[in-house]
């Protein structure tokens, strides 16, 4: 069975980076898949963040994507998320998921939990 | 464009059947993905590809797809089902995006 945890603080101070690791269990990140990250602010919808292939190939979000970086540590079997500048707008749920692609469709099948990450002084 | 549209709510008798829609250039290529979040929760994939259901998910889900609009139908609506649902899919550019959207309320 697939799990994801995500990890990090919950607090980040404005104009700070924000910093969250997705610990996978069940699965070999360097295997296959896609590996992303999905947020909520509070009340809203989901968005998309970025995804990292297991190759090591990244794609962000174009509305993020200046301060968006995602990488892998395959050696600990989990990929991070770093988020810099943020703002009060970067408040939200952050979920890590796996994705897959099949039947000309791409899916998350496996979700974190989700980590509520607040921008407050 | 790489958005996807959705109905902001719907709402159906308990039983019946309710179709909730997605819109957007990017389902002309990809088969939408679905998913469903209740409050507190992780959202929970029900449908993906031309009519797939994950492990575990009933078979009053299902999904279907024409031109620019993919559709998830729940057939015999039951209260459990009272939750948000959204939809994804790729975009030409190779970025994932999901629909604004539904939230589906059982009467």
């Known amino acids: 069975q697939v799990q994801l945890q995500e990890s990090g603080p919950g607090l980040v101070k404005p104009s700070e980076t924000l910093s969250l690791t997705c610990a996978v269990s069940?699965?070999?990140?360097?295997?296959?898949?896609?590996w992303g990250w999905i947020r909520q602010p509070p009340g809203k919808g989901l968005e998309w963040i970025g995804s990292?292939?297991?190759?090591?190939?990244?794609y962000y979000n174009p509305s993020l994507k200046s301060r968006v970086t995602i990488s892998v540590d395959t050696s600990k079997n989990q990929f991070s998320l770093k988020l810099s500048s943020v703002t009060a707008a970067d408040t939200a749920v952050y979920y890590c998921?796996?994705?897959?692609?099949?039947?000309?469709?791409?899916?998350?099948?496996?979700w974190g939990q989700g980590t509520l990450v607040t921008v407050s002084s | 464009s790489s958005e996807l549209t959705q109905d902001p709510a719907v709402s159906v008798a308990l039983g019946q059947t309710v179709r909730i829609t997605c819109q957007g250039d990017?389902?002309?290529?990809?088969?939408a993905s679905w998913y469903q979040q209740k409050p507190g929760q992780a959202p929970v994939l029900v449908i993906y590809?031309?009519?797939n259901r994950p492990s575990g998910i009933p078979d009053r889900f299902s999904g279907s797809s024409s031109g620019n609009t993919a559709s998830l139908t729940i057939t015999g609506a039951q209260a459990e089902d009272e939750a948000d649902y959204y939809c994804?899919?790729?975009?030409?550019?190779?970025?994932?995006?999901f629909g604004g959207g539904t939230k589906l309320t059982v009467l």
């Open positions: 990017s389902l002309r290529s990809y088969y």
């Open positions: 590809g031309k009519n």
């Open positions: 069940g699965y070999s990140i360097s295997s296959g898949y896609y």
């Open positions: 998921a796996r994705h897959d692609y099949g039947g000309n469709s791409y899916y998350f099948d496996y």
């Open positions: 990292i292939y297991h190759s090591g190939s990244t």
């Open positions: 994804n899919s790729r975009d030409s550019s190779g970025n994932w995006v």
